[in-house]
C-alpha cells in the first residue's frame, strides 16, 4: 500500500471517520485512497472554511476528531479563520493539509509556501511528514494530539511523494491521553470557599457545560446558593427543559461588569476570568472586581466534570441540583418580524434533541430566551469571534448527528463568509434548518462604533456596515446551490414555515426579513 | 487629529487612493477616518478573499498600491490566499490589519492570535504599530515597501489605540525607490548569447510583458531571431493587434519540456527557469533541458524594460519589431457551445482596451487562442495557483480602469470561492462580464487523478471532483448579489449574450453551459 493508503488505514483504525474535503493535485492519492479504506466518509467543501468549520461542529458534536483534507498553503489559508474558532472552541481537529512532494519544494513553484508558518497559529501540533514510511505513525499521533483535553487543531503536513510512495503497515492507534485530574488542593480550596457564606460563582467552560458536570454544579448550588455560569462564548452548553440552567456572561464589558459586580469568589471551571471582547477608550478589559477572590477549580486541560463532582461530594451537595430549567414553551407570536418574536417561534416549535449554531449575533436574544423552557437541546456558539463558523458548525453537527434537527440561526452579514456550506448541506443532504436573519447590516458595528467613540460617522464610515446596496437575495443564493428556501416577513409567515421546517427532514433555508 | 486620520492622511499623499475594506470594530476609526479625509474611496467586500484579491487586480492595472482593511488574524486569515497570490504576481498592495489596542493583548480575548506569524509567509514587510505618534509614518513606510520593484505586500497591523489615540500630523511620502538598473555586463553577456546564432529564448514576466518592454523585446526578435515567451503566470500581457506576440509557456511539465526542447540558450528577464507546477511521480520538476544555458538579463527587482532596450541597442537591433500580432477576430461560431466556441465568440467581440481576468483554468484554451488579434487589451491571469482570484482581481481592475471594459473568465469550481465578488461589483456598478464556464466539476483534477497515478479511482474519489450532485445555479446566485444574469447553452446564445453584454455598462454575468 502507498503512504496516503497507510494513513487513511491508520486514521480510521483511531477512530476518524469523516474527511471534510477541498482536495488539489498534492492531494489526490489521499482522495483515492478513501475507495481502498472502508469507514472515512468524505464530505466535500466548495470552500475550505465550510471544511474546517464543518470539523469544528463534528468534532464538538462527536466528541471525537474528525479530518479535513486541504490544499497546500492557500487551502490552508481559506479554512485559518474557522481553525482559530475551533482553537478556541476547543475542538478535537486532524487538520491535513497536502504539499509538495519533499523534492520539489526547492523550485518554488507558484503553489509553494510557509505552510507550517500558516498552520502554527492555529495548531497545538504541526508536523511536516518525511517519508511514506512513517506517514501512518504521524497520523496515529496527529490523532493523538487533537485528542488531548479539552480538544486541540493537530496539522499534518501531506508532501505529496508521502502519499504516494510505498509505505508498510497502517499504525496502531495511540491511546488517548486522558484528562489531567484535578488535585485535592484545588478541591479543598474551592469547598472552603463555598462554605464562607460569600456570594460565589462557578464559571464554566468545556465538557463541564454538558448534562454531567451541569448536574454537579446544580447540586453546588443547590447546597452553596452559588451562581452557575458559563463563558459568553461556551462552545456547546446543553440546556433546556429538566436540564441545570446556567447564565450565560453577557458580551458588552459594561454588563460583564454589572453582571459580576456582587461577586465575592469566582470559582473557575475549565477557563479563565471574563474579559471584555474589545478594548474601548476608557473602559476597563478586566471585567472581575478587584475585591473578588479567583480560584481555579480546573484549567480547559483537566478533568472539570470529575473536579465539580468531588467538589459536590466535598461539601456533601444534596443529590438533587438547583437551577433545574422547567418545560416552558412560548406562545406563537403574531404581527412583527424581529428577533424578540422570531425566538417565541424558535421556542415554540424547537423538537427534542435539536441542535442549534447560533451565529445570530444581534439577532440571537430572542432565541436563546425563549428556548431556555424548550426540550432538552444542544446550544453551539461562535467561539473565536470570527464570523461565518454557524453554517459550517451545523453543517458538520449534522453529520455528526444525522438523527437530530440541526437550527442553523444567522445573521446576514455573517452568513456570507461561508454561504458555500448550503451546498454540502445539499449534497449531503443534511437535516439543517437555516434562518438568516436579514436586517442588510453589519448591525454589531453600528454599535460599535458609538462604543469605541468615533464621533459624528459620515456616510463612507456608515456604508461601510450597510448591506442595503444591493440587498442579498437569499432565497435566490440557496435555491443557486440546491437548498429549497423561502422568506419570511411576518410573525405568522415566520412560523408556518419554520414548523414545516421542523417536519420535515432534509436541508431549508428561511430568509426571516428583520 | 487621532492616529487613524493621520494614517489615511498619509496613505493618500502618498497616492493611495481606494481602500478594499472588511471592517469590524477595532477597524471603526479608520473607517471614521475616511469622511474626515478626501481622497480615499472605501469598497466593501463581504469576504476578506474578495478584499485582497481585489487589490491585487487593482495594483496590477493601476501600477500603484491600494490598501485593505482586515479585521484581526481572522480577517486576515480569510484574504491570505490573494495575498498568496498577490506576491506571486509582484503587485503592490498596502495590507493593513487591525488588531487589539496595545494594552489588550495580554488578556487574550477571543479574537487574539499571531497576526505577524499570519502575515509573514504572503509579505515581504511586515510591521506593528507601537504608537499613535507614529502610524502616519508607518503608513508611509508600507507605501514605499509595497511599492518596491516589483511590487510587494506591506502588512500594517493597526492596534485600536493606535488610531484612536491623539497623533501629531500626516507623515511625508517617501521617495519611491527605483527598480535596480541592470548591469552592462548582463547586457553584454545577453547580447554575446543572441549573437552567437543559436536558438535562443527571451523568457519574460513583470513589467517587461507590457507594450515597451515587449516593444524592445521584437525588435531583439527581428534582429536574432529570438523566440519571444513569458511565464506561465505572467501576471499581466499587454496582447491582441498591433503588439508584439510571445508565446505563454503551457501548463503541464511535458509540455514545457517539449516547448524548450530545442534551446540552446534561454535568456530570462524578470523571472526564473520554468518548473512543473506540482511534482508528479516519475518525472522531472526541472524542464529547461540540461544543455540549455541560462542568463540572467535581469531579476524581478531589477528594470527588465530598461535591460531589454539597452539589449536591442546592443545589438544594434532595427527600430521596427518582429512578431507583431496582426489584427484578426474570429467569425461566430454555431451550434456546441464549448471552450472553443466560446472562445470565438469572446474574440469576436472583444471591445478595445478590455481587460481579461482569466481564471479559466481548462476552459481558458479558446478564448487565449481566439483573443490573440483581438484589438489591444491586458491579460490578467492567477498567479499562485490559489483559486478563486479571477473574480476578485476583475473586480479589482474595474475600480482602477472606470472606462475599460473587464471581462472575467472563470471556472465555476474556482468561482464558488470568491463569489462574494459579485455582491460588490453590483454596489459598486463596475463594468464587469463575468463568464461562469460551468463544466460541473473540478475538471483540472480530472486529469491530474490520473498523471499523478492514482490508479483506477473509485466513487468516492470521484465523487470528490464533481459538481453535479446538486447543479450550481449561477443565474439565482448572481442574482442573488444583484447581478443580472443569464445562462447560455448554444454558441449562438452565448453570443447573442456575451455581444449584449460588450454594448451595455455595468455587472453582467453569463453562465456558459459547457
Do not use: C, Y
Given at each position: 500500500m502507498n503512504g496516503a493508503e497507510s494513513l487513511v488505514r491508520t486514521l480510521v483504525a483511531c477512530g476518524v471517520e469523516v474527511c471534510f474535503s477541498n482536495p488539489g493535485t498534492s492531494e489526490m492519492h489521499f482522495v483515492a485512497a478513501l475507495d481502498k479504506v472502508e469507514g472515512m466518509r468524505p464530505v466535500l467543501a466548495l470552500f475550505e472554511g465550510v471544511a474546517t468549520g464543518a470539523a469544528d461542529g463534528y468534532?464538538?458534536?462527536a466528541e471525537k476528531p474528525a479530518c479535513t483534507l486541504l490544499h497546500l498553503g492557500p487551502g490552508l489559508s481559506n479554512g485559518l479563520a474557522n481553525l482559530h474558532n475551533a482553537r478556541r472552541a476547543g475542538t478535537p481537529i486532524v487538520n491535513v493539509v497536502g504539499d509538495h512532494a519533499t523534492y520539489h519544494l526547492q523550485y518554488d513553484a507558484p503553489l509553494a509556501s510557509d505552510i507550517a508558518g500558516l498552520a502554527r497559529p492555529v495548531s497545538a501540533w504541526v508536523h511536516s511528514s518525511t517519508s511514506a514510511k512513517v506517514v501512518a505513525s504521524d497520523g496515529a499521533r496527529a490523532v493523538q494530539a487533537a485528542?488531548?483535553?479539552?480538544?486541540?487543531?493537530?496539522?499534518?503536513?501531506?508532501?505529496?511523494?508521502?502519499?504516494?510512495?510505498?509505505?508498510?503497515?497502517?499504525?496502531?492507534?495511540l491511546p488517548r491521553i486522558a484528562p489531567a485530574a484535578v488535585s485535592?488542593?484545588?478541591?479543598d480550596i474551592a469547598a472552603k470557599a463555598l462554605r464562607a457564606g460569600?456570594?460565589?460563582?462557578?464559571?464554566?467552560r468545556g465538557h463541564v457545560t454538558r448534562e454531567r458536570g451541569l448536574r454537579a454544579a446544580g447540586r453546588i448550588a443547590a447546597k452553596t446558593?452559588?451562581?452557575?455560569m458559563c463563558d459568553t462564548f461556551a462552545p456547546r452548553v446543553e440546556r433546556g427543559a429538566g436540564l441545570v440552567a446556567v447564565d450565560r456572561i453577557p458580551y458588552f464589558a459594561e454588563q460583564i461588569v454589572d453582571f459580576l459586580k456582587d461577586l465575592d469568589v469566582?470559582?473557575?471551571?475549565g477557563t479563565k476570568p471574563p474579559v471584555s471582547f474589545f478594548a474601548y477608550p476608557g473602559k476597563p478589559s478586566w471585567c472581575t472586581p478587584e475585591t473578588c477572590a479567583i480560584h481555579y477549580l480546573a484549567q480547559p486541560h483537566e478533568d472539570g466534570v470529575g473536579a465539580l463532582e468531588a467538589l459536590a461530594e466535598a461539601l456533601s451537595a444534596p443529590r438533587e441540583p438547583a437551577s433545574i430549567a422547567p418545560f416552558q414553551r412560548p406562545e406563537l407570536p403574531s404581527g412583527k418580524l424581529n428577533s424578540y418574536t422570531a425566538g417565541q417561534v424558535v421556542g415554540h416549535y424547537l423538537p427534542e434533541g435539536a441542535i442549534i449554531s447560533d451565529e445570530?449575533?444581534?439577532s440571537s436574544g430572542g432565541s436563546v430566551l425563549f428556548t431556555a423552557g424548550a426540550p432538552r437541546h444542544d446550544h453551539l456558539v461562535l467561539t473565536g469571534g470570527s464570523i461565518g463558523q454557524g453554517l459550517p458548525v451545523a453543517t458538520g453537527a449534522a453529520v455528526a448527528c444525522p438523527d437530530r434537527k440541526v437550527v442553523c440561526l444567522h445573521g446576514d452579514g455573517g452568513a456570507m463568509y461561508t454561504l458555500q456550506s448550503l451546498w454540502t448541506q445539499a449534497r449531503e443532504k443534511l437535516d439543517v434548518t437555516t434562518v438568516i436573519f436579514a436586517n442588510k447590516s453589519y448591525a454589531i458595528l453600528n454599535i460599535e462604533l458609538a462604543r469605541v467613540g468615533a464621533e459624528n460617522p459620515g456616510p463612507r464610515a456608515l456604508s461601510m456596515l450597510d448591506l442595503h446596496n444591493p440587498e442579498l437575495d437569499?432565497?435566490?443564493?440557496?435555491r443557486g446551490m440546491g437548498v429549497e428556501a423561502t422568506r419570511a416577513e411576518t410573525a405568522e409567515e415566520f412560523a408556518e414555515q419554520f414548523a414545516n421546517a421542523m417536519k420535515s427532514r432534509g436541508p431549508r433555508l428561511i430568509e426571516a426579513v428583520i
Open positions: 468534532g464538538r458534536m485528542s488531548a483535553a479539552p480538544g486541540q487543531v493537530a496539522t499534518l503536513i501531506l508532501p505529496a511523494d508521502t502519499a504516494w510512495l510505498e509505505a508498510d503497515a497502517p499504525a496502531q492507534p485535592s488542593e484545588a478541591v460569600k456570594k460565589t460563582a462557578l464559571l464554566m446558593g452559588a451562581r452557575l469566582l470559582v473557575l471551571v445570530a449575533a444581534t437569499w432565497v435566490s443564493l440557496a
